[in-house]
């Protein structure tokens, strides 16, 4: 046998023939040249790196060019890291070009692998961080490992302006930032891209409000966010979930709208007054976390004593008035003035300040008695020494506009007659013979006391008739406020 037949052919011991090396070489796979075709992607070798191109080995009977358009993604750090020897994924654009090379594209490949990763992502729902290039009109940019992604000005919470210039300034201000983003809408053929910040973080939220509904506990107090305000109450957030503090649970004073004493972004404390971890709602409270104001009306008020107050609310009955935080009065008709008037509206308004009397003080029950005109018939001495120098003034005011509504209402004044026929007949009396009055002091204290007793009961039945009247007026309102609130 000759050394040519030993070298291409072996065999066993017992003659059987085998493969020659030559056959072994031509049925390895990993010898075989790829025929490539555009749209495929593979990883290429790293043979040269110059200035307009990169030269890689792909596998095929001849090397992949990248033109120096095809890998523009590729950043200044990037494109120095590039080595000999080093793998990259390749595009391929052009199975062969005139000179017999292949053109392929870093830029694509990237591109490709990104909407691949990104319908996995959609697919499995998840999501995904991306960095703001750059705005338009309707929303912000972002580049995803060389896919451009539209986020609408709709689906970005931090975007609230509700005017144009007021959009494009925060959107110009979310350059260069990282955000979370769901995939809701993707379509690799015609190259879109939509996704939104607001469905990703209301996802994250859902998760943060399942375990803070688990650690929360009733009657803890939170430091909060204000997050959103409606006309039944406002939104806090507690740390990644939002409770709602009911306008009955705002303060301790009469609120008509949350706006009237909060502001979105506000920080507050709040008051757990409820969970429900069914249907996953926290109910709050922020005047629970201060002090009950009626608690201390006893010994901060006394009956007879000179206030100012407030007129916060007007009903058939009265006028409520607000003399400090959560300390309401009522002003019953009776007691608004001497003239006799059909409702509150015809002499004071919402709003107007006022310097009343306190003529009934009753903590249990949170109820106190106002009254104006006995207030405006105070003797200055004492108007002076109860509010400070600029009592007079305000008393005058305060008259002054009760009297221009009187007129303006065409309201007559009390009975001038009846007045002056009681003087008239005072000063008769007198002035028959002073001498011949037979009473005794006693006898005429006596009288004096009667006649108090006598006019107190009227006023004593008026006055449960204005707690009465409150109270169902109290229960109105409320009954409102929880329909509003359902």
Known sequence: MSSTDVGLRTGTGDGAPTQSLMEKYLNDPSHDYRTLKYGDVMDGVIMRVDRDEILVDIGSKSEGVVPSKEFS?????????????????????QPENQEGHATVSIDRARQEKSWRRLQEIYDENGVIEAEVVNYNKGGLLVNLDGVRGFVPASQVTEIRGSDELGKQ???????????PLKVIEINRHRNRLILSERQAMQEKRDEMKDQLIKELKEGEVRRGRVSSICDFGAFVDIGGADGLVHLSELSWSRVRHPSEILKIGEEVDVYVLGINPQEKKIALSIKRTQAEPWSRVANAYDVGQLVRGTVTQLANFGAFARIEDGIEGLIHVSELTDERIAHPKQVVEEGQDLILRIIRIDPERRRMGLSLRRALDTPNDELLA????????????????IAAAIEREGIEPADEDEDSSDDSSDDESTSEDTSSDDSTPDEDAGEESKSEETAEEPAAEAAEEVEEAAEEAATEEKAAEEEAAS
């Open 169 to 179: 300034a925060e959107m110009a201000k979310l350059i260069g930032t990282s955000l």
């Open 386 to 401: 109860a509010l400070g120098e600029t009592a007079l003034e305000e008393r005058d005011r305060i008259a002054a506009e």
């Open 73 to 93: 993604s590729l950043t200044s750090a990037e494109k120095q890291a590039l080595t000999v020897g080093d793998t990259v994924l390749v595009f391929v654009v």
